[in-house]
T-cell receptor
């Protein structure tokens, strides 16, 4: 079974600075997808970015980018030019490509605060 | 974003009562999921569906049942609610894997 680990429960960043959120995972599969979801105080689960394991190029979405290290099974999220609206809980998630059980396996999340 | 509606948004009920949560999606997604979110656990899968009348258990399915009679609706039932089922419940839907799952806004359920 796959596991996802987010070892830092909380992080803080100064507005306009850059912050990196860590995520590691364990799997025996070679093909899979990885995701970062954002959950603001409104409780919505918002997809931030996704990475296909077969792609070597790191995914980027505006101020959000990932550092995907497949051999190390590491998938960190970098937020550049942090804004107050980035304050939220962030979840790393893994999704297998095989089987009918295509569930997401989530990490426990990290709470990001942004200091003005 | 995908049109996923959960109802109710909040519910308070008593131990031993039956509770049904509803998820409705307008995207014609084949897959639907129910998760619960608890502090320190992230989101954990309760049940999922891969088509009308096709459902299967997730990792925390004890005490829960589901039904899917139409593509757009996925119901989660707690036959006899217990205090340990106090949680925030999320529904999600997606096209075939590995397309991302899109989430509803969650239901906060309190069982006293």
């Amino acid at each position: 079974a796959q596991t996802v680990t987010q070892s830092q429960p909380e992080m803080s960043v100064q507005e306009a600075e850059t912050v990196t959120l860590s995520c590691t995972y364990d799997t025996s599969e070679s093909d899979y997808y990885l995701f970062w979801y954002k959950q603001p105080p409104s409780r919505q689960m918002i997809l931030v970015i996704r990475q296909e394991a077969y792609k070597q190029q790191n995914a980027t979405e505006n101020r959000f980018s990932v550092n995907f290290q497949k051999a190390a099974k590491s998938f960190s999220l970098k937020i550049s030019d942090s804004q107050l609206g980035d304050a939220a809980m962030y979840f790393c998630a893994y999704r297998s490509l095989t089987g009918a059980n295509s569930k997401l396996t989530f990490g426990k999340g990290i709470t990001l605060s942004v200091r003005p | 974003d995908a049109g996923i509606t959960q109802s109710p948004r909040h519910k308070v009920t008593e131990t031993g009562t039956p509770v049904t949560l509803r998820c409705h999606q307008t995207e014609n997604h084949r897959y639907m999921y129910w998760y619960r979110q608890d502090p320190g656990h992230g989101l954990r899968l309760i049940h999922y569906s891969y088509g009308v009348k096709d459902t299967d258990k997730g990792e925390v399915s004890d005490g829960y049942s589901v039904s899917r009679s139409k593509t757009e609706d996925f119901l989660l039932t707690l036959e006899s609610a217990t205090s340990s089922q106090t949680s925030v419940y999320f529904c999600a839907s997606s096209r075939d894997p590995p397309q991302p799952q899109h989430f509803g806004d969650g239901t906060r359920l309190s069982i006293l």
